[in-house]
């Protein structure tokens, strides 16, 4: 049941909001006039000094800064403080408290009202040479030559800046007619603002919730997007598109993040994806990005169903060896046979002891490992990483779940053995499952659970069947399937069949995981190969004969 207060929180407001403009000359003279308020559930400050010279950057270059929303009600007398700048304020009826844009306000604030140019820790100053927003120049570079920094103390007041104009002299016409632009710019820009005229706080806090946690924020991937694909007239010249010329490889639809990794990697730029998004430096250099990740990405997923043996994007157990693929791929675009062999060894070794799961720290060092310049020793430098061979391979007998990397292992080697229709014959394509999209597996579970009973194989991959079927009744088509080379398919002999067909499914589910064991085995042990010799190829090892 909703509470009084809910209610109140999720009222109309008894008027529209006034959509209205500040200059920002006029809203630091109501801060000046102390009508600006900080209500008690703001949140803090957390903008750093780079944060407030893009904000001013932005106001210098007419750029939008964002709209500011106030709640215009009573105010006691108050001390605000914003930074180095105090304000004494004195009681009113029409106090603007700061809704949406504190960060903005005190900023300006901190700026342009401090009592002194560097007062305060976000004092700024503007560059009249190079036309920019810098911290305070050392006291030797102002004496040198004072009239080329220009306090943001002195932008605020167009008497004052002329007076600063006259005092300094600047010595060429540039840095005046600059100077007078600056100030200009910045005074008369004009922030959009709205206005809420309500006597119900909660109402206030709702609509303070509402703009701070309704919106999704943007991945890096997109905002990439957002700068950069648009400009292209190429394609691919979006990451969804990057995905949706992979499909045709029919290797399914690789995740749009994973792409961007790759992306970044090959622009030298760091594989996570913290910190500030990717930027390129014109539309030629992002026509290319994309380009180069379509290819590379096309060049990993082609080793990964030929070589690699994993048919299917969803079934590829960590996706870290995509980036990686595509980062040697990049640098050596036609590797040799032998270096195909190794990495499908790499691969598969590394999805067996845990190597690709996938963490910044092992995706740079394997990174780290590819060489431009030498493609076999790449090969060697990645293969030593995943030497270390598991203490044990994935169980027939332990829980399955499709989800899991030790699921989708067992499910590729439920693949091999090339599961045909229990009515056609004919061998079963990938797609028809795969596309399942219900949340307990992509594989359907054809073999029910036995009713009261507690049996450890009913939850592991001895109960589970790769089928298209998605009518029911498998079981029944199961019972009569007399062709042993389709039972074959599915791990299944003759015995275990008979055994359910009595009735007996613990013993069906024993006899076939005794089947599957020895298979999922030797289907490891033939991938990863550990007991072969992992040289490089006869070629590299040869030395030419010296010259006579």
């Known amino acids: 049941m909703a509470t009084s207060s809910d209610n109140q929180s999720t009222e109309p407001l008894e008027r529209r909001p006034e959509a209205r403009a500040f200059k920002i000359e006029a809203l630091l003279a109501e801060v000046r006039l102390g009508r600006m308020r900080i209500p008690s559930f703001q949140r803090r400050l957390n903008w750093e000094r780079e944060d407030v010279c893009k904000l001013f950057d932005s106001l210098y270059r007419g750029y939008p800064v964002g709209t500011l929303l106030f709640w215009e009600t009573t105010a006691e007398p108050g001390e605000m403080n914003f930074g180095s700048v105090t304000i004494s304020a004195s009681k009113r009826n029409d106090a603007l408290w700061v809704v949406d844009g504190q960060q903005r306000i005190v900023s300006l604030t901190r700026v342009m009202l401090a009592s002194e140019p560097d007062t305060d820790e976000f004092a700024l100053y503007f560059d009249l040479d190079d036309a920019k927003f810098i911290p305070a120049p050392s006291p030797a570079k102002r004496s040198e030559d004072p009239s080329r920094w220009l306090p943001m103390t002195e932008v605020l007041d167009s008497e004052r800046l002329f007076q600063w104009l006259l005092e300094q002299a600047p010595g060429s016409k540039t840095r005046r007619d600059r100077a007078i632009q600056l100030g200009k710019s910045i005074r008369e820009y004009d922030i959009p603002a709205y206005l809420l005229r309500t006597r119900n706080e909660n109402i206030l806090r709702e609509v303070f919730e509402r703009i701070n946690s309704s919106g999704k924020k943007l991945e890096a991937l997109e905002i990439f997007d957002a700068l950069h694909g648009a400009r292209s007239q190429t394609k691919p010249a979006t ?17 749009e993040k994973i792409l961007y990794r790759l992306l970044r990697v090959l622009q030298g730029s760091d594989v996570s994806e913290s910190g500030r998004p990717l930027r390129l430096a014109d539309d030629k250099a992002a026509e290319t990005a994309y380009l180069e990740t379509t290819q590379t990405a096309a060049s990993a997923i082609q080793f990964l169903k030929r070589d690699g043996c994993i048919p299917y994007y969803e079934l590829l157990p960590y996706k870290q060896p995509i980036i990686i693929l595509g980062k040697f791929f990049h640098e050596h675009p036609r590797p040799n046979p032998r270096s195909h062999d190794l990495l499908a060894r790499w691969l598969w070794r590394g999805v067996l002891n845990g190597t690709h799961l996938g963490d910044n720290v092992s995706t740079r060092a394997a990174l780290k490992c590819i060489r431009p310049d030498n493609e076999e020793d790449s090969v060697q430098r990645l293969l030593k990483m995943v030497e270390k061979r598991p203490t044990a391979y994935p169980d027939v007998t332990a829980r399955f779940n499709s989800r899991h990397s030790t699921g989708k292992l067992l499910i590729i080697a439920l693949l091999e053995l090339g599961p045909r229709d229990f009515e056609t014959g004919l061998h079963i ?20 659970p036995i009713a009261g009973k507690q049996n450890g194989l009913v939850q592991s991959v001895a109960n589970r069947l790769v089928h298209s079927n998605r ?67 006869l070629s590299s090892l040869l030395v030419a004969d010296e010259e006579d």
Not at 429 to 448: E, R, V, Y
């Open 239 to 255: 990451i969804p598109q990057i995905v949706s010329e992979l499909e045709t490889y029919g290797f399914g639809r690789v995740e």
């Open 429 to 448: 394509g990938l797609t028809p499952f795969l596309g399942n999209k219900q949340a307990d597996s992509k594989f359907p579970m054809i073999i029910a």
């Open 471 to 537: 009518a029911g009744g498998l079981r029944r088509l199961l019972l009569d399937v007399t062709d042993t080379g389709i039972l074959a398919s599915h791990g299944i002999t003759e015995d275990a069949l008979q055994a359910l067909r009595e009735g007996h499914a613990e013993g069906f589910l024993a006899l076939r995981a005794e089947y599957l064991r020895p298979h999922f085995q030797d289907f490891f042990e033939r991938h990863a190969r550990w007991g072969e010799s992992d040289r490089p190829s």
